[in-house]
């Protein structure tokens, strides 16, 4: 059974840090590219960054410069590293996983969903 479970949110101020993690279990995992998404209230869900099977990596416009994704293959976890965080960055952050190659930002192409972890930042 497949399983990703996002931890590591939380409420921080305007230019602090916060780092994501996802560990994931019931899949082989070096097989899978994974990704980062987003969803804040009333918006639809976007991607924020992915990783594919070979360790590239595609950034959403927004988070470029500010946010690193990565990946610990020994311990089948993902990592988002966020730095400057903006108030704009609050929302919902969930880990997903597909089968590679995919097109990396695109939710309808990955299969397997975390339940989410919540970041908020304050002005």
């Known amino acids: 059974q497949v399983q990703l479970v996002e931890s590591g949110g939380g409420s921080v101020q305007a230019g602090g840090s916060l780092r994501l993690s996802c560990a994931a279990s019931?899949?082989?995992?070096?097989?899978?590219?994974m990704g980062w998404f987003r969803q804040a209230p009333g918006k639809e869900r976007e991607g924020v960054a992915a990783?594919?099977?070979?360790?590239?990596?595609s950034y959403a416009d927004s988070v470029k410069g500010r946010f690193t994704i990565s990946q610990d293959n020994a311990k089948n976890t993902l990592y988002l590293q966020m730095n400057s965080l903006k108030p704009e960055d609050t929302a919902m952050y969930y880990c997903a996983a597909g089968q590679c190659p995919l097109k990396l930002l695109s939710e309808n192409d990955y299969n397997y969903w975390g339940q989410g972890t919540q970041v908020t930042v304050s002005s």
């Open positions: 990783i594919d099977g070979d360790g590239s990596t």
């Open positions: 019931g899949y082989s995992y070096s097989r899978y590219c």
